[in-house]
């Protein structure tokens, strides 16, 4: 088991390093710092100051070593447009995106499970074969037209729920939150359900395939001639035995979800790291986008790792292989 887990930390840390290698080249090669940070009356002296501070006249393996510590410690210098540590931009950001990422998890689980079951029990009927196709439109939907279409119908013609914004929000310490006033709650349904749309059709189609298959097992059939009522043969017996790859996939989506909230926080102006990115983006927010891509980087790989040492812990013989 040691030899499992030393193998496991020592290919995340290889991943990591590569990925900071990526974003290095990034930021060393696109743009020029000085240039987005100094004014256009700026010196040359000025100018060399300035290149000489932040490290840029030094070697190529220097400043990628000092790159790598200073991620490690979670510095990844100044935002070259907010003229402000790049770490606290990101910290103002995250407890946006990651209050909305698990409103959007919470929701796919409460709707994609029950869905799963009922169209595995009622394989062939005319109600779970349109809840299939229905979950196939799902899949094949992209983000922003679905973020589009919720705008128009709940906050343009009905005016239920914002379209954009956070609304109202409460500082937790470092941590602001909008569960905790009205306005937030009702500012989070939208683009909660928008991202939470797709992994629901993932959970559902897998709880599906996962019943079916547990259903036609031994056990089943020996619980079903013994006389268990099928409410807890569905619910007590055969999901227990399905929830195993849906809490999998939960745990890898929750990366994915939060690499791809951009689109999500772009169409509903919702203030989190997506956004931060994309505004990065436009304005060539170098540091911003180095970092961005490392902490997304970094919380796939502790997902796989923790998913790895998970399997290692139930099923012996992926430690023995």
């Known amino acids: 088991m040691i030899v499992f887990l030393i193998k496991r930390i020592g290919n995340a840390i290889l991943v990591m390093l590569t990925v900071a290698f990526l974003a290095f080249l990034i930021f060393r090669f696109l743009g020029d710092p000085v240039e987005m940070m100094m004014n256009e009356s700026a010196t040359q002296v000025e100018r060399d100051e300035l290149r000489a501070r932040l490290g840029l006249n030094d070697s190529f393996l220097v400043q990628y070593g000092r790159f790598v510590v200073n991620a490690a410690q979670g510095e990844f210098g100044l935002s070259w447009r907010n003229q402000q540590a790049v770490t606290t931009l990101i910290a103002e950001r995250f407890p946006a995106t990651f209050?909305?990422?698990?409103?959007?998890?919470?929701?796919?689980?409460?709707?994609?499970?029950?869905?799963?079951?009922?169209?595995?029990?009622?394989?062939?009927?005319?109600?779970?074969?349109?809840?299939?196709?229905?979950?196939?439109?799902?899949?094949?939907?992209?983000?922003?037209?679905?973020?589009?279409?919720?705008?128009?119908?709940?906050?343009?013609?009905?005016?239920?729920?914002?379209?954009?914004?956070?609304?109202?929000?409460?500082?937790?310490?470092?941590?602001?939150?909008g569960l905790l006033t009205s306005s937030g709650r009702a500012a989070v349904v939208l683009p909660a359900l928008s991202l939470s749309l797709f992994q629901i059709t993932l959970v559902m189609r897998l709880v599906r395939a996962e019943m079916l298959e547990t259903l036609r097992a031994d056990f089943i059939k020996f619980a079903r001639a013994r006389g268990v009522p099928r409410?807890?043969?569905?619910?007590?017996?055969?999901?227990?035995?399905?929830?195993?790859?849906?809490?999998?996939?939960?745990?890898?989506?929750?990366?994915?979800?939060?690499?791809?909230?951009?689109v999500t926080e772009t169409v509903f102006q919702w203030p989190g790291m997506g956004m931060l990115f994309m505004q990065a983006v436009t304005f060539v927010d170098i540091p911003v986008m180095a970092a961005y891509l490392c902490i997304v980087s970094f919380i796939f790989v502790v997902l796989n790792t923790v998913v790895d040492i998970a399997y290692a812990v139930i099923d012996p013989r992926l430690r023995k292989s």
């Open 99 to 177: 209050e909305l990422v698990l409103i959007a998890t919470f929701i796919s689980l409460v709707i994609g499970i029950p869905l799963g079951v009922f169209t595995a029990i009622g394989r062939g009927r005319w109600w779970a074969e349109s809840l299939q196709f229905t979950s196939v439109v799902g899949v094949s939907l992209p983000s922003f037209l679905v973020g589009i279409l919720l705008i128009l119908t709940f906050s343009v013609s009905l005016g239920w729920l914002p379209g954009y914004g956070r609304g109202e929000v409460v500082p937790l310490g470092w941590w602001t939150t």
């Open 231 to 262: 409410r807890s043969l569905w619910f007590r017996h055969a999901l227990k035995n399905c929830l195993m790859p849906v809490i999998t996939l939960t745990a890898m989506q929750i990366g994915n979800l939060i690499a791809f909230a951009l």
